[in-house]
């Protein structure tokens, strides 16, 4: 499967932003979709996810209240709407999936595929 993730940019301190991820194929319902992020020198972290089955969702605690994941099987789509953005969420944000998988979505190496990354800015 093949992630194109869009929609970072700079926006300042309390606002807000909408990141898609469009992948390919015809078996996206059965893809658990997460998204990561890489803020500058510092090592890729957890955001989100999304269960390929039951929609279980999970959140990092640093997110949990102001990111919500969501996902449109019908349009092979997960979104990641950020909402009162501090400059700390500053990263680049990378989507990802792996097949029909239940377990540490924590873990970035249980993640088969990968977007190419969008970058976002917080302002201060």
């Known amino acids: 499967v093949q992630l194109q993730a869009s929609g970072g940019g700079l926006v300042q301190d309390g606002g807000s932003l909408r990141l898609s991820c469009a992948a390919s194929?015809?078996?996206?319902?059965?893809?658990?979709m997460g998204w990561f992020r890489q803020a500058p020198g510092k090592e890729r972290e957890f955001v989100s996810a999304?269960?390929?089955?039951?929609?279980?969702?999970y959140y990092a605690d640093s997110v949990k209240g102001r990111f919500t994941i969501s996902r449109d099987d019908a349009k092979n789509t997960v979104y990641l709407q950020m909402n009162s953005l501090k400059p700390e969420d500053t990263a680049v944000y990378y989507c990802?999936?792996?097949?029909?998988?239940?377990?540490?979505?924590?873990?970035?190496?249980?993640?088969?595929?990968w977007g190419q990354g969008t970058l976002v800015t917080v302002s201060s």
């Open positions: 194929g015809r078996t996206f319902s059965m893809y658990t």
């Open positions: 990802a999936a792996v097949r029909r998988y239940s377990g540490n979505y924590y873990d970035q190496n249980v993640f088969d595929y």
């Open positions: 999304a269960n390929w089955n039951g929609g279980s969702i």
